[in-house]
């Protein structure tokens, strides 16, 4: 019994989990903190350009983020060689790539600045911080692929912790949202450091970018990926930044304190997907058995995801008290059922991440249509706060009900 049970410790799915829920949950604490800090430090108004700010961060770099589901997959999937000569390749790659879009971010930088009505001088900021972020996305994404969990969780850590500390110094001298935007940047350079740092053991002077011979498969699997990651980020952050252009500074501020308190789902989620789908391609691409990962990783993500939201269905308004003080109880009307939105959306990325790493990547683009049908509908309908939330669960509903009617199909069909 106890070799069985040190057996099962020992399990890269048990252990990997373990590090990756650890892992997580300081970053979600620290992210938390980061949030109920800025929240009481720059009050409603400058807490809602800040959360826009860092909305609009997120869905482009969202545009770069389907790297890391690609690096995963050729990394789980290659030996040694292989694996270096893929990190050579996609090293020599990536400075002049991340100049271009720098340079593209730079000369939209107007346009931000009239939808979302922020200062120019802030939304400066964001070109610089995708620059370093697009390094940092794949950096981890070999960590991960490697199974380096540890290090993996090392490299977020740090980025968050700088960019508490930082932002806090830098508003604490008088800059404001600056300030924070400013820490922000600062976060993403150490991570830059510090992962490239974890992964010198991967460059040599016997590696030749050339020698990586999978580019045909590599760009044929980052469309769907693509659309995947696109998806999946604009349904929890495209809502944030249409209540921002919608509703007056203070209401998006409310409305940030509620987004951020529910996505507590997503974030305890994810570190299950992120152990399952390294693990699942590994044993997919050597013809091994993989079902049972992923089966264990949907009631993982339930356990969690029905954990979290039932705590938030009881005690809403000491949630949102907690973290955020009396100025955004508002928020805690909405925050079961924007919990409720979140857990939906976060076994959709599960389902969706599964069939990814098993070579059924059609079924990504569908989360391309949810994610356009939660902007249209939010468009059209907006009068209030909770209006907004309908539009968000319903269309994430309808999502995870057809993708699991989709894997209830292939899985009769395989079986055949």
């Known amino acids: 019994m106890k070799e069985r049970a040190n057996k099962i410790v020992r399990h890269p799915f048990f252990s990997g989990s373990f590090v990756m829920i650890a892992g997580t949950t300081l970053a979600n604490v620290v992210a938390y903190l980061y949030h109920l800090v800025f929240g009481r430090l720059l009050g409603p108004g400058g807490y809602g350009e800040l959360a826009a700010l860092l ?12 790297l890391s589901l690609v690096v995963v997959k050729f990394v789980s999937s290659e030996d040694e060689g292989g694996i270096k000569r893929f990190y050579a390749w996609i090293k020599q790659k990536l400075f002049l790539f991340g100049l271009v879009i720098l340079v593209i971010l730079l000369l939209l930088t107007p346009l931000f600045e009239r939808f979302l009505h922020l ?30 969990f540890f290090q993996l969780v090392v490299v977020s850590n740090i980025e968050l912790l700088s960019r508490l500390l930082f932002g806090v110094l830098l508003v604490a001298v008088g800059m404001g949202v600056h300030g924070a935007a400013a820490g922000i940047m600062i976060g993403a350079v150490l991570a830059f450091f510090l992962g490239r740092k974890f992964l ?37 952050t495209s809502d944030l930044l249409l209540v921002k252009h919608f509703f007056s500074a203070e209401t998006a501020g409310i409305y940030a304190s509620l987004s951020t308190l529910g996505k507590v789902v997503y974030f305890g989620v994810s570190p299950i997907s992120s152990v399952m789908f390294p693990l699942v391609s590994n044993r997919f691409s050597r013809g091994k058995s993989y079902l049972p990962f992923f089966v264990l990783s949907v009631v993982a993500a339930i356990g969690i995801a029905t954990f979290v939201i039932a705590f938030y269905y009881i005690f809403s308004n000491f949630a949102v008290s ?43 683009f569908l989360t391309g249509v949810a994610a356009l049908a939660q902007i249209i509908g939010v468009v059209m309908f907006h009068a209030n706060l909770d209006e907004v939330i309908n539009v968000s669960l319903t269309a994430v509903s309808l999502f995870l009900a057809l993708l699991i009617i989709y894997f209830a199909y292939d899985f009769r069909k395989s079986r055949r």
Do not use: H, M, W
């Open 55 to 66: 909305s609009l961060f997120t869905i482009v770099i969202t545009l770069f983020s389907f």
């Open 119 to 148: 200062d120019f001088t802030l939304l400066l900021f964001i070109p610089f911080i995708v620059f370093f972020e697009i390094v940092v996305i794949v950096v981890r994404a070999f960590l991960q692929g490697l199974l380096r």
């Open 200 to 236: 010198s053991d991967l460059s040599g002077r016997k590696e030749d970018p050339g020698d990586f011979l999978k580019k045909r498969d590599l760009f044929y699997y980052s469309l769907p990926t693509f659309i995947f990651t696109l998806g999946i980020n604009s349904l929890y």
């Open 322 to 364: 907690l973290l955020f003080g009396e100025k955004f109880l508002e928020a805690g009307g909405y925050l079961g059922k924007f919990g409720l939105f979140i857990g939906f959306l976060s076994l959709s990325y599960l389902f969706v991440s599964f069939f990814l790493c098993t070579d059924r990547k059609k079924i990504a």
